[in-house]
């Protein structure tokens, strides 16, 4: 049945799809609330998206049971005979209970005429971004960009290259352009798959690792996100214990009521202030907050100018540092710049497999690309230029070794006193303090929720995936985690691991093997025959591939944390992200070479510019399956001239 047909047809939705119904005493087995009395009782009429490239399966395929029962009202209910059946076991077993009617209440919005399995991958969140959320133009990711770079780590990232890798300056300068440009190559090349298909990172994991596979992918960078999330408002707590102090000196006297915490009252205090302050910033969905990041993008910047002129003012130059030479030379130096490369790559690991949350909301894929290619190297190099300036400045001002971190210079200068420091300091911890805002809602709010939402699509969507972040991140005691610095780079260091290994097969994936075509429908469905379900939901050519970049570096990892380890291994380690990203790419593209996978192109093939409206309900003519026989032995989805010939129908 052609859409046309679907749609100017006077047949009712039940003899369109098939529907039976039944009586109270009669109740469906596959209800797909736990309790079903929230579920709205009209259904849309089904619409499909414009990717309708290949053909049509046999119409058992496409067959829906549906029942309908009542409880409250009269809800109609979805199974695929398709589907698995233990998500409508499940639900039967437990939906008359009380917990099941309370728990129902929590559930989010979501399309009507879903099955079980299907509210499991949906929601408002996790669909397509449709034209009317598509805001962000070129100058919103400049925004974006300027504003993240513009915060204490990246201030401080040319630091550990001077002090710990005998670099100078300049060198660790080179190493920080150098670093961030790599990133932003990544960043680009996982942004542009959300760019075209207006879809995040835990549905774009979906075509490599499996619809249920993708879960473990997800659930990784939700957990990064909700540990950074509460290192950043640690952060962000001393801007404002600063902002405090600058007004009322005696704030720093207060008594200390929780010892043998790792903390004082103040500092508790101070972050706790900064996390309850952010709190009001997750609310807001994300194609709003573009503001705040434009916002940022003006402030900040102001503000760690000023900090540069007032310190280079206060040192009457530039300070010994830029005239420092390097300590290292031979192998050490050309290791040290190694390492500080891979430093600022690692420091983009979570950022590089989340960029599709944020270029889904592209107008177009082009807004995604050059935008955030030159912007992302530029802010980073000018925000660790100024760190080293004002460090450097700093051994001139007080006499001592250079102070890195601009929280403790600023209180130097506090505790000079004076009406004018205490100004200047107040000014210029408030806008960090808006910078670690910034920060932290776009590398990791957004981004744990976008991942809890793809984790319990049913009763999480962002807003509330945002605020368990949130809670995670206090409940974490952050200033445990960063009581040793050493430990706190070696679990950075092993995370970045496991995310260059997703980024790996996703990449390869996307535009080796599949050559950027993805039926995005296919990727809400689960059905067996759907061409990303695999084996029981779950893609065992890049779980194999993942797990071989996790391999190629965890021997180097024992050595990092102090075990005695053989040199190349450690010389691997060094080189942990490319080394995981190469190897996982690698070993993904062979086993696919073997080992053909469906739904991919002979040729160059993006479909994902005239995505508007999809829906994912099951629907008698979804238009969005493969040749018989593709799916099971694993054949290439289509040629070019089968596409262009379905594509002009």
């Known amino acids: 049945m052609s859409p046309r047909e679907l749609g100017g047809t006077s047949k009712s939705i039940a003899d369109k799809f098939d529907i039976t119904t039944t009586g109270p005493a009669q109740e469906s087995e596959t209800a797909p609330l736990l309790a079903s009395s929230s579920r709205p009782s009209n259904l849309h009429s089904p619409r499909r998206h414009s990717t309708n490239t290949l053909k049509r399966a046999p119409a058992s395929r496409q067959f829906i049971d549906a029942q309908r029962t009542t409880h409250s009202h009269d809800v109609l209910h979805f199974h695929s005979s398709d589907e698995p059946t233990y998500f409508d076991f499940i639900m039967e077993k437990v939906k008359n209970t009380k917990l099941a009617y309370y728990v129902d209440k ?40 300027v504003a993240d770079s513009f915060n204490i780590n990246t201030w401080m990232i040319s630091s550990s290259m ?43 994991a979906r075509s490599s690792f499996g619809i249920w596979g993708a879960l473990w992918p997800v659930f990784n960078r ?19 214990k600063l902002m405090i102090s600058s007004i009322w000196p005696s704030f720093e006297k207060i008594p ?10 103040m500092d508790f205090v101070a972050f706790f202030l900064f996390w309850a302050g952010s709190l009001p910033a997750i609310w807001f969905p994300v194609h709003q907050i573009r ?14 100018l000023a900090f540069f002129i007032w310190a280079i003012v206060r040192a009457h130059g530039l300070g010994p540092i830029v005239h420092q030479p390097a300590e290292a030379s031979g192998s050490k130096l050309g290791w040290g710049m190694v390492m500080g490369i891979m430093s600022s790559i690692a ?74 420091n205490r100004a200047g300091v107040f000014f210029i911890a408030s806008a960090f303090c808006l910078a670690q805002l910034g920060t932290n ?14 984790l319990l699509p049913r009763y999480l969507n962002i807003r509330r995936g945002g605020y368990v972040c949130a809670l995670v991140g206090l409940v974490m005691c952050p200033w445990n985690l960063l009581s040793s610095a050493n430990n706190f780079t070696t679990y950075l260091s092993a995370y970045s691991v496991f995310l260059s290994s997703i980024a790996g097969v996703i990449i390869c994936d996307y535009y080796i093997v599949r050559k950027g075509y993805l039926e995005v429908k296919e990727l809400y469905s689960a059905r067996a025959n759907s061409p990303y379900y695999f084996t029981f939901g779950f893609h065992w050519r890049g779980y194999t591939a993942y797990i071989c970049g996790i391999l190629i570096n965890i021997v ?12 190349g291994a450690t010389y691997i380690y060094r080189l942990n992200f490319f080394c995981g990203f190469i190897v996982a790419s690698g070993s993904y593209w062979a086993l696919c070479k073997f080992f053909p996978v469906p739904a991919t192109s002979d040729v160059w093939m993006e479909v994902g510019e005239d995505i508007t409206e999809v829906s994912m309900a099951y629907d008698n003519d979804s238009g969005e399956v493969y040749r018989e026989g593709s799916r099971d032995s694993g054949a290439k989805g289509f040629s070019a001239g089968e596409a262009k010939m379905d594509l002009e129908r």
């Open 347 to 420: 420091n983009f690991a979570t950022l590089i497999v989340n960029d599709p949350d944020f270029a889904r909301f592209a107008k177009k894929p082009k807004d995604a690309f050059w935008s955030q290619l030159f912007t992302i190297p530029l802010g980073f190099a000018i925000t660790s230029f100024i760190g080293i300036i004002v460090s450097s400045s700093s051994t001139v001002i007080f006499k001592g070794d250079p102070i890195w971190n601009p929280l403790e210079l600023l209180q130097s200068f506090l505790n000079e006193g004076g009406s004018k």
């Open 556 to 567: 180097g990892f024992v050595g990092a944390i102090g075990k005695p380890v053989p040199m």
């Open 256 to 265: 200390n009521g929780i010892p043998n915490s790792g903390t004082t009252t």
């Open 106 to 145: 929590l559930a989010v919005e979501s399309e009507p005429g879903l099955t079980n399995a299907q509210l499991m991958l949906n929601n408002h969140d996790l669909k397509p971004v449709e034209p009317a959320r598509r805001l962000w133009g070129p100058w919103n990711f400049v925004g974006f960009w």
């Open 291 to 304: 503001h705040l990041f434009t916002a940022k993008a003006i402030v900040v910047p102001t503000a760690g």
């Open 441 to 454: 809602i776009a590398a990791n709010s957004v981004s744990a929720g976008t991942d809890m939402t793809a």
């Open 162 to 204: 001077i002090v710990s890798s005998g670099l100078s300056w300049w060198q660790s300068w080179i190493c920080v352009w150098l670093g961030y440009s790599i990133a932003a190559c990544f960043i680009v090349m996982t942004g542009r798959i959300g760019a075209t298909y207006h879809i995040s990172f835990p549905v774009v």
């Open 222 to 240: 939700a957990a990064m996100a909700c540990i950074w999330y509460g290192v950043q408002a640690w952060i962000g707590g001393n801007c404002v």
